[in-house]
C-alpha cells in the first residue's frame, strides 16, 4: 500500500523559509518520481511546483524556481521541500504526488500522478 504523509507546514512571515517533507512508503518504482503541488483556497490546484525523479533529476517551476529546493533522502524514503525567501502568495496547503510514469512530458501532467499525501498548511503572511 502506497503512502505519502507531508509534515513541516505553519505559518510565517514573508521573506521567510519552510522546510516541508514527504514520507513515502510502498512505492519504489524505476522511473518514477515524487511531485510537489499546492492549492489556494478558492484556485485550483498548482503543480507540480517541483519534481524529483528516480534517476535523480529534478525540475522546478518558474514560479519558485530560485527560491525552492527538493532533495531526497533514499535512506528514510523522504522527499523534502526546502522553501525561501517565501511571499504571500505562496500561502496554500502543500500536498507530495507519486507518479510511475517515466516520460517527462508526463510526469509534468498533474493527471498522472496516482497517489497524493492529505496535505500540510503553509500560511504566509505579516
Known amino acids: 500500500q502506497v503512502q505519502l504523509v507531508e509534515s513541516g507546514g505553519g505559518s510565517v512571515q514573508p521573506g521567510g523559509s519552510l522546510r516541508l517533507s514527504c514520507a513515502v512508503s510502498g512505492f519504489t518504482e524505476d522511473g518514477s518520481a515524487i511531485g510537489w503541488f499546492r492549492q489556494a483556497i478558492g484556485k485550483e490546484r498548482e503543480g507540480p511546483l517541483c519534481?524529483?525523479?528516480?534517476?535523480?533529476?529534478?525540475y522546478y517551476a518558474d514560479s519558485v524556481k530560485g527560491r525552492f529546493t527538493i532533495s531526497k533522502d533514499n535512506a528514510k524514503n523522504t522527499v523534502h521541500l526546502q522553501m525561501n525567501s517565501l511571499k504571500p502568495e505562496d500561502t496554500a496547503v502543500y500536498y507530495c504526488?507519486?507518479?510511475?510514469?517515466?516520460?517527462?512530458?508526463?510526469?509534468?501532467?498533474?493527471?498522472?500522478?496516482?497517489?497524493w499525501g492529505q496535505g500540510t498548511q503553509v500560511t504566509v503572511s505579516s
Open positions: 519534481i524529483s525523479g528516480s534517476d535523480g533529476s529534478t
Open positions: 504526488a507519486a507518479t510511475t510514469r517515466s516520460s517527462w512530458a508526463l510526469k509534468l501532467d498533474r493527471s498522472r500522478y496516482d497517489y
